[in-house]
């Protein structure tokens, strides 16, 4: 059984920051692409961004210019950085993982914006 751990959550005034990392139970390397998501109360979840075994990335619209992914090898997580948040950010933002065959997703955890 594949996991995903996300944290990193929080709230937050509009404008700052925050760092969501999300550690899955196999390598980073397993998955084919990996990525977050997010669901605001009320709406479809949608793509934040994401990141492909070879490090290509595709970001939402509203991603571009603020937030940033990465991955950290030698912890073996896929991390979010947030700058400059707004409170439509507010949501609960949820880790993704594709492998060949499989979806996985993380419990997700709440990120909060205040304005």
């Known amino acids: 059984q594949v996991r995903l751990v996300e944290s990193g959550g929080g709230i937050v005034q509009a404008g700052g920051s925050l760092r969501l990392s999300c550690a899955p139970s196999?390598?980073?390397?397993?998955?084919?692409?990996m990525g977050w998501y997010r669901q605001a109360p009320g709406k479809e979840r949608e793509l934040v961004v994401t990141i492909t075994r070879d490090g290509s990335t595709n970001y939402a619209d509203s991603a571009k210019g603020r937030f940033t992914i990465s991955r950290d090898n030698a912890k073996n997580t896929v991390n979010l950085q947030m700058n400059g948040l707004k409170p439509e950010d507010t949501a609960v933002y949820l880790c993704?993982?594709?492998?060949?065959?499989?979806?996985?997703w993380g419990q997700g955890t709440q990120v909060t914006v205040s304005s």
């Open positions: 196999l390598s980073i390397f397993t998955f084919s692409v």
């Open positions: 993704n993982a594709k492998s060949w065959t499989s979806d996985y």
